[in-house]
């Protein structure tokens, strides 16, 4: 069973940035990883995912430019930078992974259902 723990959310002002953490328990090298945001009273949202092999990444167009999702397979964990952080960022932040095949290697998806393994997030919170 794989775990999933997120750090490094808190309450930052507008404008700033936070980075957030996602540590993996087991073989990250077999999972392609993607971050989901849920406000009080809306859907979880895709916000990025990185492929198996680190060579695709997508961004929700809300985040495109302002945020960078990473992975460090030695470190087992997954980053998500943020920067230029808006009020409408405000959430809580999880990480999600999925079984990927080495054949599917650069398949990067920011659908929930496809995800496995969950983890129950940090929360962000932006405000002056």
């Known amino acids: 069973q794989l775990q999933l723990v997120e750090s490094g959310g808190g309450l930052v002002q507008p404008g700033g940035s936070l980075r957030l953490s996602c540590a993996v328990s087991?073989?990250?090298?077999?999972?392609?990883i993607g971050w989901f945001r849920q406000a009080p009273g809306k859907e979880r949202e895709g916000v990025s995912c990185?492929?198996?092999?680190?060579?695709?990444?997508n961004y929700a167009d809300s985040v495109k430019g302002r945020f960078t999702i990473s992975r460090d397979n030695a470190k087992s964990t997954i980053y998500l930078q943020m920067t230029s952080l808006e009020p409408d960022d405000t959430a809580l932040y999880s990480c999600?992974?999925?079984?990927?095949?080495?054949?599917?290697?650069?398949?990067?998806?920011?659908?929930?259902?496809?995800?496995?393994?969950w983890g129950e997030g940090t929360q962000v919170t932006v405000s002056a």
């Open positions: 999600a992974a999925f079984v990927t095949p080495k054949s599917q290697q650069s398949l990067c998806i920011m659908t929930a259902y496809n995800y496995d393994y």
């Open positions: 087991g073989f990250l090298s077999d999972y392609a």
């Open positions: 990185i492929s198996l092999s680190g060579d695709t990444t």
